[in-house]
Each structure stands twice: as C-alpha cells, then as structure tokens.
C-alpha cells in the first residue's frame, strides 16, 4: 500500500524555523522525485520543492530559494523540508508528494502519490 504522512507543521513567528518531514512507504519512495506542495486558502496547490531519487538533483520555487532546503534519507523513506525565515506568505497545508516519472518536477500533474498534508502557520 502507497501511503505518504507528513509531520511537523505548527505555528511559528516570523523568521523562524520548522522542519517538515515525509515518512514513505510502499512505491512511493521509488518514485522518481519526490516534491513538497502547499496550499492557502482561497489559492491554488504550488509548487515549493522536489528532489530527485538520487538526492543530488533539487529544484525550489523563486519564492523559497535560498530559505527552504529539501532533502531525502533513502535508507529511512523520508524526505524533508527545512524551513527558514519563515513568513507570513508562507503560511499553507504542506503537502509531500511522490511522482513516478518526474518529468515535470514542478506540475502537480506529474505527481501520482499524496499525503494528507501538515498546517504551517506563521504569525507576524
């Protein structure tokens, strides 16, 4: 069974930080990429983050480059995602996904595996 669960979400201030983490199972973690997706209320899922199997490719959005580092322990199944100087944008359901073929590591569409997603709220 493909199951993904992410931990770690709660509430932080402004310029703090949270480590959000992604516990596979199953086919999920041969996936090809593994990507991390959040959603604000009223907006639509974006992308944030996705690395590949190997770990030694990543890819980020504009917005959280250079805050935000992903990274994977395949020995454990998990994927991570570090978060620094948090703000208040910032603020969504995180979602980790898998995507078997990872052609497009930044579409939602290229993503066949989801977790129910973990809140994180940063309060200015």
């Known amino acids: 069974q493909v199951q993904l669960v992410e931990s770690g979400g709660g509430l932080v201030q402004t310029g703090g930080s949270l480590r959000l983490s992604c516990a596979a199972s199953?086919?999920?973690?041969?996936?090809?990429?593994m990507g991390w997706f959040r959603q604000a209320p009223g907006k639509e899922r974006e992308f944030v983050a996705a690395i590949r199997r190997s770990g030694d490719v990543s890819y980020y959005a504009d917005s959280v480059k250079g805050r935000f580092t992903i990274s994977r322990d395949n020995a454990n199944n998990a994927v991570y995602l570090q978060m620094r100087s948090l703000k208040p944008e910032d603020t969504a359901v995180y979602y980790c996904?898998?995507?078997?073929?990872?052609?497009?590591?930044?579409?939602?569409?290229?993503?066949?595996?989801w977790g129910q997603g973990t809140q994180v709220t940063v309060s200015s």
């Open positions: 199953g086919r999920a973690f041969s996936s090809a990429v």
């Open positions: 996904a898998a995507g078997t073929l990872g052609y497009r590591p930044r579409d939602t569409k290229d993503y066949d595996y």
